[in-house]
T-cell receptor, first 111, second 115 residues
Framework: KAGVTQTPRYLIKTRGQQVTLSCSPI?????VSWYQQTPGQGLQFLFE???????NKGNFPGRFSGRQFSNSRSEMNVSTLELGDSALYLC??????????FGPGTRLTVL | AQSVAQPEDQVNVAEGNPLTVKCTYS??????LFWYVQYPNRGLQFLLK??????LVKGSYGFEAEFNKSQTSFHLKKPSALVSDSALYFC?????????????FGAGTILRVKS
C-alpha cells in the first residue's frame, strides 16, 4: 500500500505571498492531520480533517487554513507568509483513532 | 492540557549497549502514548504505542517501551543499540477523551550510537 504523499517536497516563497500544500493519505484513511515542525517550537498540531470536516484545530492564526476533499486528499493554505512560517509541514493520515502515519513533509522556506 | 517532557536533548550510547530514551507525560484521563523516530530529511516513522493492556509494549526494530502510570513515564528502550538507530526520537501523547487525532509531542531526543 502506498504511504502518505506530500507535494511539493520543497518550496521557497517570499513574505506576503500565500502557499498551498497538498497531502494524499493512505488509501482508505479518512483522517488527515497537519503538523508544523520548527527548530524553536518543535512539532505542533495545526488541524485535523475527517470526512471533509475540520475535527480539531491547534493554536495557529487564521492565516493557516485547510480543507479536505471527498477522496480524503487534503490541502493546507497559508496566506500572507511571514518569515516565521518557515518550517517542515507534515501531514499524517489515520484509519483509527491515534495511530497516525506521516508523510515525508514539505519544507517551506520564506524569504 | 496534556504535555510531554523529554528531559534529555541527546543520548549517547555505544553500539551493542542497551539504550533508554526518557519520556514523561501529563494528561487528564487515561493516556494514549506513542514513540516516533525521524531520520534526516524524512517524516516521522511510527515505532510503538500504548493504549491499554500490558505495560510493556513491543514495537518496530527491536524497540520496546514501558508504561508506568505512577511515575507518568513511557521510556523507550532497546537491549542492544545499532549505529543505524541514530536518529531523532519523539514521544507523543493523546488521551481517551480527545475526540479525533491530535498528538502533543515532546521536544525530541537525539540518539547517537557510536561504533
Amino acid at each position: 500500500k502506498a504511504g502518505v504523499t506530500q507535494t511539493p517536497r520543497y518550496l521557497i516563497k517570499t513574505r506576503g505571498q500565500q502557499v498551498t500544500l497538498s497531502c494524499s493519505p493512505i488509501s482508505g484513511h479518512r483522517s488527515v492531520s497537519w503538523y508544523q515542525q520548527t527548530p524553536g517550537q518543535g512539532l505542533q498540531f495545526l488541524f485535523e480533517y475527517f470526512s471533509e470536516t475540520q475535527r480539531n484545530k491547534g493554536n495557529f492564526p487564521g492565516r493557516f487554513s485547510g480543507r479536505q476533499f471527498s477522496n480524503s486528499r487534503s490541502e493546507m493554505n497559508v496566506s500572507t507568509l511571514e518569515l516565521g512560517d518557515s518550517a517542515l509541514y507534515l501531514c499524517a493520515s489515520s484509519l483509527t483513532y491515534n495511530e497516525q502515519f506521516f508523510g515525508p513533509g514539505t519544507r517551506l522556506t520564506v524569504l | 492540557a496534556q504535555s510531554v517532557a523529554q528531559p534529555e536533548d541527546q543520548v549517547n550510547v555505544a553500539e551493542g549497549n542497551p539504550l533508554t530514551v526518557k519520556c514523561t507525560y501529563s494528561v487528564s484521563g487515561n493516556p494514549y502514548l506513542f514513540w516516533y523516530v525521524q531520520y534526516p530529511n524524512r517524516g516521522l516513522q511510527f515505532l510503538l504505542k500504548y493504549i491499554t493492556g500490558d505495560n510493556l509494549v513491543k514495537g518496530s526494530y527491536g524497540f520496546e517501551a514501558e508504561f508506568n502510570k505512577s511515575q507518568t513515564s513511557f521510556h523507550l528502550k532497546k537491549p542492544s543499540a545499532l549505529v543505524s538507530d541514530s536518529a531523532l526520537y519523539f514521544c507523543a501523547v493523546s488521551h481517551e477523551r480527545e475526540y479525533g487525532n491530535k498528538l502533543v509531542f515532546g521536544a525530541g531526543t537525539i540518539l547517537r550510537v557510536k561504533s
